[in-house]
């Protein structure tokens, strides 16, 4: 089975069932085959429901609106109605998906949330839990009172159960296993333990996958959704190395847990886990970014995103939750992160997010660098990774002049400062400086989420134009000495913000006067 080039992930909820204004037809169900169709988006990973209650007619799981009469919720009354409708016709949710998939060539691969904490007799609560959930449940006062323990023999057989059905009754390309909805599944203490016991289970589903295959005559893959971090992995049980060793998985892809998407290097175990054992590894980044013109990544930063990846042996993006309906610059999107062999020559931003966290706390992010507090006599210095073969395109004459921006953060002008790059003298009487008061960072953060960086303030931008032979691939270093300090400004100035726009000689259309310079790619 060949390895997915980009995969897309719908969960099945936010950007379809919900969407469907009663009566659902069999055209609006197989949207989400047909929005991807023809682009490079090969693999369609499809979720089954919410994390214990599914969208499909079950015979195994309990299926939305079971048991049900009265609905509080507007949205989860539209999907019971969707569930209804589908019944009506003749299908559900999954199967309408999965035959699409098969008569359009994309393949299909339904999702399993493995966690779910909600409690007992709850909108969704699954049928595990209805009698004698005690049994089964890890027990301890809070978030995972009523959450899977997944030493319980119960619990392996009622999530097989799951899989099977799905395997014989709906044939998919595959399944995944999403470890990641709610990353958490032993009692405390006993996650070394677990650790042989969600072995076996994933184990488990290999077998079954080459067991119903063998009878269909066909192969299903299987593969899992996991933590970008590999000790984040290990303590919550997940033996990530072992399922690849063992064959137990096909490919595997890492979630990026934090706030923020960056385009620097990631973790390199799990590409070299999966280079080792012939199968591939893929990363699912954030969706944010602290940026002054966007609050999701931009298409440049995404081509930068993706040749970091390339250069570290990922095999590709394992992205979703793009604006719905799809627009023109999403379907950009999925076509160019599908191939970035294509790109490697278009014009890309590689940038620093800052730390995340409360702010004068430890942070949650310790190897990024921003923002650095600027004081006299004392000097910054931050790196910045570049993926592009930068010398192959030099030498065909096909690289412009870079673009480097460092954003300070209540910067004074009367201030001594010197700036270098790559060891090299960069002059302030050369830089394009603006600067503005009353900035506020499009990014939107929710509930506990915090940045230790502002949402709003004053900063000033220097912008230098490099020569494209300053420009190294690897690390570029960016130094900043802040010679001396007014001494009556007495206010915290911090670098906030490094950019560094690499530059080629595209083919592009000539930008009309009412263009953005940096559009969204999301909204």
Not at 247 to 269: F, N
Not at 297 to 305: N, S
Not at 318 to 330: E, N, V
Not at 355 to 379: H, V, W
């Amino acid at each position: 089975m060949s390895h997915p080039r980009l995969i897309y992930y719908n969960d099945g909820h936010h950007f379809h069932a919900k969407r469907i204004e009663p009566p659902a037809s069999l055209h609006m169900l197989q949207w989400p085959v047909d929005e991807v169709a023809g682009t490079g988006a090969d693999t369609l990973v499809f979720g089954l429901g919410y994390g214990d209650v599914y969208f499909h007619d079950s015979k195994v799981g309990r299926v939305v609106g079971q048991g049900q009469k009265e609905w509080g919720s507007y949205i989860d009354w539209r999907i019971m109605r969707m569930v209804e409708e589908a019944r009506r016709l003749g299908t559900d949710q999954l199967r309408a998906v999965v035959n699409r998939g098969r008569e359009l060539g994309t393949r299909v691969v339904a999702s399993l949330k493995l966690q779910d904490p909600a409690a007992p007799g709850s909108d969704r609560a699954g049928v595990l839990k209805q009698k004698n959930p005690e049994s089964i449940c890890i027990g301890e006062e809070g978030r995972y009172l009523w959450g899977y323990d997944f030493t319980k023999e119960a619990v392996h057989e009622h999530k097989l159960a799951m899989v099977r059905e799905v395997f014989e009754g709906y044939e998919p390309d595959g399944i995944e296993l999403d470890f990641m909805f709610d990353l958490r599944f032993f009692k405390t203490g006993e996650e070394g333990a677990g650790r042989q016991a969600m072995t076996e289970f994933v184990g488990q589903v290999r077998q079954l996958a080459e067991e119903v295959g063998k009878a269909k005559g066909r192969s299903f893959s299987v593969s899992a959704r996991v933590s970008l971090h590999e000790e984040r992995n290990h303590e919550t049980g997940l033996d990530v190395d072992t399922w690849l060793r063992t064959g137990h998985l096909d490919w595997v892809c890492a979630q990026d847990e934090r706030l923020l998407t960056d385009t620097q290097p990631k973790p390199s175990w799990l590409p070299q886990m999966a280079t080792a054992t012939d199968t591939s590894a893929y990363y699912r980044p954030p969706r944010r970014v602290y940026h002054e013109a966007v609050g999701f990544p931009h298409m440049e930063m995404y081509r930068a995103l993706q040749q970091t990846l390339h250069a570290g042996g990922w095999s590709g993006l394992y992205h979703g939750y793009l604006p719905w309906p799809l627009a023109d610059a999403q379907y950009q999107f999925l076509r160019e992160m599908a191939y970035p062999e294509t790109t490697k020559r278009r014009d890309k931003r590689y940038y620093l997010q800052p730390r995340e966290g409360a702010p004068d706390e430890p942070t949650t992010t310790p190897d990024r660098s921003l923002p650095i507090r600027l004081q006299s006599g004392a000097t910054a210095r931050v790196e910045i990774e570049v993926a592009d073969d930068v010398e192959s395109a030099r030498q065909d004459g096909e690289m412009r002049s870079a673009e480097l921006t460092l954003r300070i953060q209540q910067m004074c002008v009367d201030d001594e400062m010197v700036l270098r790059f790559n060891h090299r003298l960069l002059a302030l009487s050369e830089a394009e400086i603006t600067d503005e008061r009353a900035v506020t960072m499009p990014v939107r953060l929710y509930g506990a989420q915090q940045l230790q960086a502002p949402l709003a303030g004053a900063f000033h931008w220097l912008r230098f134009r490099l020569p494209a032979d300053w420009i190294h691939p690897g690390v570029n270093t960016i130094e900043l000495e802040m010679v001396a300090c007014d001494g009556r400004a007495t206010f915290q100035r911090e670098l906030n913000g490094v950019e560094l726009y690499l530059r080629y000689r595209d083919m592009q259309r000539p930008q009309g006067l009412d263009s953005s310079p940096l559009a969204p790619l999301t909204t």
